[in-house]
Each structure stands twice: as structure tokens, then as C-alpha cells.
């Protein structure tokens, strides 16, 4: 009898172990796992919402629920990215700029460097840890850093959301963080953040932080590790964002460029961190498998047809083009690929150097898909009256 209660005694308590100890890490982990078994059942793909996306037109070439509305998680710092970087062209701040850190910045939880109140870093330190670490405390110290306050950044956020047409987006913190204590969530869409991302590609040094693998921070005493692991494993992969939380899952806003050709894909929701970035790399591949940024002629080049110039100390001159002439189409529409050349002709002189003569007009069968300026290589003089007034009469 006493070895029966010494054993239900031990078989209590070891219950009682793996039920408040083991339990809890369990829980969190079944969610995903039930969705991704329930949406290999349901033959779905492993993810919320997606999106594959050209970065130049904007074309969408894949799509999954992209305007469903999820919880971006730390992609919302794409748009505190943004904000900075178009500060920094504007030059309203440098990122040579210090940045102090508040107490309220250093008290900030989930991914970060450790921040101490009173510690100062450059504006680029930040945004290196901000970029390549998703570093939330980093990520509040700027924001108090160029509006004053976070409350104030989050309406920055937020207008220039409306301003980029991002419908299905919200902000209410500048990190991504879950809500605490009945706070709504961020909320976007895997449309809206390839649009923002769109936006974000076009910044050199954004992307220069966003391809390193890894860095040192705090003068080598800690290591900034990147969170996207299409880094250095993807060809071509150098962004840009990946977020992720218990309700919101594994997000991934990532883009990668090859031979002239930028995609970006998002994918919102997916079950695990392996599954997000196995996606991300299954819709770029399909991108660069099946569609290409075809250079139909270079910039400088001149075409055949020449342009007659009335009243110029020369007679024409052969209009060259003005930036690539570049079209996006899928690689098995390269032999419907025809191009005509329409002149301003004639034009007068004076000319300036680049002046516009004309367009290249790109099509695809009957179908037009792009439209390049032709323009003057070189400045033409007015002759004297003599030839002007004979050039406009005859």
C-alpha cells in the first residue's frame, strides 16, 4: 500500500512538472504544428498570404489573400526604415547624427542589443542594428530620436502609409511587438508591404545593411546576426525584413536582384521560421525561372534614323538613348519582341544636350511595354540669320 502512494506521489508530481514546465514551450510550438498539418490536409499553401512582385512596374506575379489583413510582426519596421532613409535624403538628419537612448528605449523587450539609458550611438549604428538585427530597442530610440516621442512617429508612420496607398495597413508601435494590455494590433497586408518594400529598394545603403550576414556592435562586444537566412544562401538575396510572433507567425518580406531583374516577395503567416524562407525562395525562383529584364538597347546608343535640325550650325544629328531600354517580359515571349522609333522631326536649333527628339517605343506582339525617351547627344548652336531664314522657308 505505501509503494502504491509512493508511486502515484511521483507520478503526480512529474505530471505536474511537464505540465507547468515543458507544457507552456509545447503549447506554442502546437499552434503552428496544427496548421501546417491541417494545411497539408487541406492541400493549402503554407502561409497566410503571399505575393511575388516585379520592383519596377510593380507587376504582381503571384498571388495568395494579398490584400488579407495579418500582424506584420517586425516587418512594421520597414516603414520606420523608410522614414529614416527619406529623412536622410531630404537632410532633415545625417546618419552621422547621435542618437541617445531614453530609459523608455533601453526597457524595450524581444530582439535587441541591450541598450542603456544614456548610451549614444550614430543614427547608421542604430540602423545597421535596426536593419540587420531587427533590434527593438534600437528601433524606439530612433523613433523618439526624429519625432520627439514614439506616440508622434507612429502618426508619421501611419500617414505615410495613406500617402503610399497601403489601405490594409495600421501602426500602432514602431517596433512590431505583440499589443499589451487590450492595445490593437499592427495590421498589413502582403500587398501592402511589397508595395513599401518597392519603396525601400530603391535606397543603396538600406540594402548594403541589409545584405551583411553579420557585424559587430558596441566596438565588437556584440554580434549583429541577420535574421533573413536568404542572406548568403540565395543568389542574388540582399533584404530585406522578416518579422515574427506567436499570432502572427513567420513573416518574410524578402528580395533578391539578378542580371537587372529585382523581385520582392512577402509572405505572411507561415506555421515556421524553415517554412517562410523555403517559400520565399520557391516564389523568387519561379520569378527568375519564368520572366527576365530583357535590355533591348543601352543607354547612349544611337539609332539609325536621323533627325533633321532647321537654323543649326548642323543639318541632323542621330538621337541616342536617354536611360536602358529595358521591358520586363516572361522568357518565352523574347521572339515577340519588336521596337519602332518615333522623331520629333524636324526640331530647331538651339539644342541642348539631352533635349528630347523622340521615343523607342518596346512592344510585345501589338502590345506596348515600354517607352524610352530618344534625346541629343550634343549641343547644336543656332547658325547665322541667313541659313535660319532659309531653313524656314524651305
Known amino acids: 500500500m505505501k509503494r502504491k502512494k509512493t508511486r502515484f506521489f511521483w507520478v503526480f508530481w512529474v505530471t505536474v512538472f511537464l505540465v507547468h514546465g515543458v507544457a507552456p514551450g509545447l503549447a506554442e510550438a502546437r499552434p503552428a504544428r496544427r496548421v501546417a498539418k491541417q494545411q497539408l490536409?487541406?492541400?493549402r499553401p503554407p502561409y497566410a498570404a503571399?505575393?511575388?512582385?516585379?520592383?519596377?512596374?510593380?507587376?504582381?506575379?503571384?498571388?495568395?489573400?494579398?490584400h488579407k489583413q495579418w500582424p506584420p510582426a517586425s516587418l512594421t519596421k520597414m516603414m520606420l526604415m523608410l522614414l529614416v532613409m527619406e529623412k536622410v535624403k531630404q537632410r532633415g538628419i545625417s546618419l552621422s547624427d547621435p542618437v541617445e537612448v531614453s530609459a523608455q528605449a533601453s526597457k524595450i523587450g524581444g530582439s535587441q542589443v541591450y541598450l542603456k539609458q544614456g548610451e549614444v550611438?550614430?543614427?547608421?549604428?542604430m540602423m545597421r542594428a535596426i536593419v540587420i538585427h531587427s533590434a527593438n530597442d534600437a528601433a524606439e530610440a530612433v523613433a523618439e530620436r526624429i519625432a520627439g516621442s514614439v506616440e508622434a512617429f507612429v502618426d508619421m508612420m501611419n500617414q505615410r502609409a495613406k500617402e503610399l496607398g497601403l489601405k490594409n495597413t495600421r501602426y500602432v508601435n514602431v517596433h512590431g511587438l505583440p499589443p499589451e494590455n487590450g492595445q490593437p494590433s499592427d495590421?498589413?497586408?502582403?500587398?501592402?508591404?511589397?508595395v513599401l518594400a518597392r519603396e525601400l529598394v530603391k535606397y543603396p545603403e538600406l540594402l548594403k545593411w541589409a545584405s551583411t550576414k553579420k557585424e559587430a556592435f558596441r566596438d565588437g562586444k556584440f554580434v549583429l546576426d541577420n535574421t533573413n537566412h536568404l542572406i548568403g544562401k540565395y543568389p542574388g538575396a540582399d533584404g530585406l525584413k522578416t518579422g515574427s510572433y506567436h499570432e502572427a507567425g513567420f513573416n518574410l518580406a524578402a528580395t533578391a536582384q539578378r542580371d537587372g531583374l529585382r523581385l520582392i516577395s512577402v509572405t505572411l503567416g507561415s506555421p515556421s521560421n524553415k517554412i517562410r524562407f523555403r517559400e520565399s525562395t520557391r516564389l523568387l525562383s519561379m520569378g527568375f525561372n519564368n520572366y527576365e529584364m530583357l535590355e533591348v538597347m543601352k543607354v547612349?546608343?544611337?539609332v539609325a534614323q536621323e533627325v533633321r535640325v532647321k537654323g543649326g550650325e548642323i543639318n541632323s544629328?542621330?538621337?541616342?538613348?536617354g536611360s536602358p531600354a529595358r521591358v520586363f517580359i516572361k522568357r518565352s515571349d523574347q521572339n515577340k519582341i519588336s521596337s519602332s522609333i518615333r522623331l520629333n522631326n524636324p526640331v530647331?536649333?538651339?539644342?541642348?544636350?539631352?533635349d528630347e527628339l523622340g521615343e523607342l517605343v518596346v512592344t510585345s506582339g501589338n502590345q506596348p511595354v515600354g517607352r524610352?525617351?530618344?534625346?541629343?547627344?550634343?549641343?547644336v548652336k543656332q547658325s547665322n540669320i541667313i541659313k535660319r531664314l532659309w531653313d524656314k522657308v524651305f
Open 41 to 43: 490536409q487541406d492541400d
Open 50 to 66: 503571399a505575393i511575388l512582385m516585379e520592383a519596377a512596374t510593380g507587376q504582381v506575379l503571384f498571388e495568395q489573400e494579398l
Open 121 to 125: 550611438f550614430s543614427l547608421e549604428e
Open 187 to 194: 495590421l498589413t497586408s502582403a500587398y501592402d508591404m511589397a
Open 300 to 302: 547612349g546608343q544611337a
Open 317 to 321: 544629328l542621330r538621337p541616342v538613348l
Open 348 to 354: 530647331w536649333a538651339p539644342l541642348r544636350k539631352g
Open 372 to 379: 524610352f525617351k530618344l534625346i541629343s547627344s550634343q549641343e
